[in-house]
C-alpha cells in the first residue's frame, strides 16, 4: 500500500526536445543542447533538496549516432565542457557519477575525462547515473552472454550483469517533450516503474517540475502486478 512519504529511490529522465526548443525560437539546434545543459545542472544541484537517492539521465544514446555529424560534435563538446566545468561541483556536493553503456568507445580524451570523474567521485553518497552510447536491447543482450557463461540464465542471474546493477531499482521515469515511448532506455529497469510523460520540452523542465513529478509518484499506489 502507498505510504504518504513515499519518495522515489531512483528516477531516470528521458531529456527530449532539446531540438525543438531550438526550432521554436528559430536558433541552431546546438542552442538547445546548451539550454539542455543549463536544465541538467539546475536539476542536480536540487537533489540535496529530495529524497532522491540515485538520477538517471539519458544522455546519449547509441542510435545518436545517426544524427548530422556537425551535432554529434556539437553534443561530445558539450560533454567534454560539463565533465570539466561541473566535477568540482560534483565532487563538492558529494555527488557520485555512475556510467551505463560503451561509453569507453567514445572519444579517448573523452573516455579519460569520464575516467578520472568516476575516480573522484566514487565515494559520493547521492549517484548521477549518466546513459552514454546506451541501448537497452544491447545491455540485456550482454547481459545474458554473461550470465549464461556463469550458468543458467535467471531473471537475478542477468541483472547482475546489468549497467544499473549497483543502482537502487528504478521507480519513477519521466520523460519530456510529450512524446510517449521509451526509446530503448532502461527496458529491463523499466519493468514496474512509475511513468510520468509532460509536453514539457526538456530544456523548460525545472527542479520545481521535477519535485511536481516526486510528488504525483507519492500519490500513486504501486501494485507490482498484485491487487
Known amino acids: 500500500m502507498r505510504s504518504d512519504t513515499q519518495s522515489p529511490r531512483h528516477v531516470a ?3 527530449d526536445g532539446n531540438g525543438r ?8 539546434r546546438v542552442m538547445g543542447h546548451r539550454k539542455g545543459v543549463e536544465a541538467v545542472r539546475e536539476l542536480v544541484r536540487s537533489l540535496k533538496d529530495t529524497q532522491v537517492e540515485c538520477l538517471t539521465l539519458y544522455a546519449f544514446s547509441s542510435e545518436n549516432w545517426k544524427r548530422p555529424e556537425d551535432e554529434v560534435d556539437d553534443l561530445m563538446d558539450l560533454m567534454r565542457k560539463f565533465i570539466k566545468s561541473d566535477l568540482p561541483e560534483f565532487i563538492a556536493n558529494d555527488v557520485k557519477l555512475h556510467i551505463l553503456g560503451d561509453w569507453q568507445a567514445l572519444a579517448p580524451d573523452i573516455v579519460a575525462m569520464l575516467e578520472d570523474a568516476l575516480e573522484q567521485t566514487s565515494k559520493g553518497s547521492r549517484t548521477l547515473a549518466v ?3 546506451y541501448g537497452a536491447q544491447a545491455e540485456i543482450v550482454a547481459a545474458a552472454r554473461k550470465a549464461a557463461a556463469g550458468g543458467e540464465i535467471t531473471e537475478e542471474s542477468l541483472a547482475e550483469h546489468l549497467y544499473t546493477a549497483p543502482l537502487p531499482p528504478l521507480d519513477l521515469l519521466i520523460r519530456t517533450s510529450g512524446e510517449v515511448r521509451l526509446s530503448n532506455f532502461l527496458l529491463w529497469q523499466a519493468a ?4 510520468i510523460f509532460t509536453d514539457v520540452l526538456w530544456p523548460d523542465f525545472t527542479p520545481e517540475m521535477f519535485k511536481q513529478a516526486l510528488a ?3 500519490d500513486r499506489e504501486r501494485r507490482f502486478g498484485g491487487r
Open 192 to 195: 514496474y516503474a512509475e511513468m
Open 13 to 15: 529522465i528521458i531529456m
Open 131 to 133: 546513459a552514454l552510447n
Open 216 to 218: 504525483d509518484f507519492g
Open 21 to 28: 526548443w531550438a526550432k521554436r525560437r528559430h536558433l541552431p
